[in-house]
């Protein structure tokens, strides 16, 4: 199967370009974001060599849903999506942080409370809590925004007393993450799923938030299978997951966590095929709908004339 690995378009007034680990991001004039999510894969903060077909398609079309189910919350970046991969939207100016919001105990907060920290990001936790229970409310705890390394916890306190987030701009930042929260709880729910725990980032444009980049995705959220949840919890069992934990696991399996020295395993056509079998599977059960295939004969050429015809149109 087809994939898209990298793209190196040149578009009319194209005055900056940037390469993340998944998405290509082309600026327009100063003025649009075009974000192709490409089919690279990354885990352990490392790109696998081999991408993965649909993959791109899939977490492009699910965050497209989701800001499209949460605008009536808050206004969103995005202003046109004209091809299953790409969305342009307005340029923003990003917060240094990243609204994280919890309403288990799993994953990155289980560790900490695990090593005996009652206090996560300035955010009191009761004791006699197991991994994956659900939290008495949910929680923000947010991140900064590194431009380089992994992000880091951080307090409200200290984001208002460093002066990254002025308190009213905190305030309503809050406020849009706990009702776009229940928003997506809603919705997973009646998927059969859970949403556990996630992140948005925000922006502001002409003194408006906007809430920006993807959301409610597998690669930014984690979800749990609500059926069996009480007694997997209850026989002290480890909870079915929908996320991207398949890939992390194969990889360890096979000897490769992203330390130094370590080799990424052989990708064979059939463990790609796998994966993107995966990633389909996981947009069915999260958006509730049939994933239809977009063409892949010729990717670059459908996006750059799909892209070319909606910057004509902005």
């Known amino acids: 199967m087809k994939a898209l690995k990298e793209t190196h378009f040149d578009f009319p007034n194209q005055s900056n370009f940037y390469k993340g680990k998944v998405r290509d991001v082309y600026t327009i004039a100063d003025k ?138 905190y305030e309503k930042l809050e406020e849009y993450t706990f009702a776009i929260y229940q928003r997506g709880t809603e919705i997973a729910a009646k998927s059969g799923l859970i949403l556990v725990d996630t992140k948005y980032e925000f922006g502001k444009a002409d003194g408006v938030i906007y809430l920006i980049d993807e959301i409610h995705t597998p690669d930014s959220s984690r979800y749990f299978y609500a059926e069996g949840y009480d007694d997997r919890q209850k026989n002290n069992e480890p909870q079915k997951q929908l996320s991207k934990e398949f890939v992390r696991k194969w990889l360890i399996g096979n000897g490769f966590q992203g330390k130094d020295g370590q080799e990424v395993p052989m990708m064979t056509p059939e463990i790609i095929n796998s994966i993107s079998d995966r990633y389909i599977e996981l947009y069915e059960k999260i958006v509730g709908e049939k994933f239809v295939k977009a063409d892949a004969d010729s990717i670059s050429s459908r996006i750059e004339t799909n892209v070319l015809n909606a910057i004509e149109r902005l």
């Open 32 to 169: 649009l974001m075009v974000m192709i999510v490409s089919d690279r894969i990354s885990a352990f903060d490392v790109v696998l060599p081999e991408p993965i077909p649909f993959k791109g398609q899939v977490l492009n079309q699910i965050a497209a849903k989701f800001l499209s189910a949460t605008q009536d919350i808050v206004p969103n970046w995005v202003l046109d999506v004209p091809d299953p991969m790409v969305t342009i939207g307005r340029i923003c100016e990003p917060f240094k942080v990243e609204m994280v919001i919890r309403g288990y105990l799993a994953g990155h907060a289980w560790r900490e409370y695990n090593v005996g920290k009652r206090s996560i990001c300035g955010v009191s936790l009761p004791d006699g809590l197991k991994e994956n229970d659900k939290l008495p409310q949910p929680i923000i705890t947010p991140t900064t925004k590194a431009s380089v390394g992994h992000d880091e916890d951080i307090s409200k306190e200290d984001i208002l007393a460093k002066g990254i987030v002025s308190l009213t701009d």
